[in-house]
């Protein structure tokens, strides 16, 4: 069986790996441990495609340890323990170096069947993870780990591996290859970070590709065939999810409209309306709030016809939201606000009621100065009356600080008329 060519292309070496200069360049830190012959525990983590499994590989290939492989995906804790019989055995004098892919699909109780031996030495752990560490990893096992971030390599880097790719097939079928840089800049561009979704993206222009003249040609016709649906890196679990709805609302909060529809683009083109709906009703009214309330009526009207409308014509009510967040006045200090105030009760800040303004209208016979004793607003000119209203100990406290903007200085300057 003919392996796929990604993995025929698999690097031997460190210098062929495509990318992850920031760790793998000339004294970065992993490339010095790995040169330095001293490995210890460590953990990979980045999207898929990026070079993870590869480095892992190359390190195992260059150590004395026994090497064994596991995936955490269909891996069980009897495979964990037939590896652990091998130790201090014939079979693995130097000890062993457990390469496990998807560390977090291994449960508490499978990852701590490992704690013993990776802290006494036994088990050299070398594990990847396309999922943040510190949300998926047992503490134990992070805290004896070195966590290396590997990130999506950028276009360049993969045009070169493509180059690469071509050279191979070129050399392995003993043909040339004629393919248009334009193609080349499409495949890189369309694998989202992606090096081993490129090459897979070539190989299939290539065997799509025509034969004339002793030539192999892939035209911009077939390639564009093959990339006409963009496989975009994207996981509704999992960290993409996560940051490219922060960057949705922190673009929109930002005042850049461009940013925010893109990141929009990004949620509806695959399908995530109700995710790109929650987090523009949170957006306007965390950010955009009092220096434009009407806007917080105006995006749920639209959130609402979205909604009701479906995909694909969701996206036109929603761009409309977006633009308006984005180009609105910005304000927090509802939402500074009520977050000092949930500070206050979380430290124990709750206090007795004042009088006045409990609901109970008879005082028992402790109380000298019976009568609740509350003034009724309406009662009085322009609707106010001076009275306290926060318990004894908060009295003096402001949790409402009105913000830079027109409108809210005009309610400041409305009640300060008032209340003077």
Known sequence: ??????????????????????????????????????????????????????????????????????????????????????????????????????IQYFNKKQQQTLLEFIENGKITLIASTTENPYFYIYGAILSRCTVFEFKPVDNYEIEKAIYNAIKYIEDDEDIYLEIKEDVVKDISSIAGGDVRKAINFFELCFLSSTFKDGRRIISSDVSRQILKSPNIRYDRKGDEHYDTLSAFQKSMRGSDPDAAIYYLAKLLSTGDLLSACRRLLVCVCEDVGLAYPQAISIVKSNVDIAMQVGLPEARIPLADAVILVSLAPKSNSAYCAINAAMDDIKKGKSYEIPRHLQNRHYDGDEVENKGQFYKYPHDFENHFVSQQYLPNELKEKSYYIPGDNKMEKNFYNYWNKIKN
Do not use: C, W
Request: charged share 30%; hydrophobic share 40%; proline share 5%.
């Open 1 to 102: 069986m003919i392996k796929p060519l990604s993995d025929r292309l698999r690097p031997k070496s460190l210098d062929d790996v495509v990318g992850q200069k920031h760790i793998l360049g000339k004294d970065k830190m992993l490339r010095k441990i790995i040169e330095s012959g001293n490995i210890p525990n460590m953990i990979f983590y980045g999207p898929s495609g990026v070079g993870k499994t590869t480095v892992a590989r190359i390190i195992a290939e260059n150590t004395k340890k026994k090497l064994h492989k596991l995936n955490a995906t269909i891996a069980t804790t009897a495979d964990i323990k037939s590896i652990i019989s091998e130790i201090d055995t014939l079979r693995a004098p130097e000890g062993i170096l457990l390469y496990l892919d998807e």
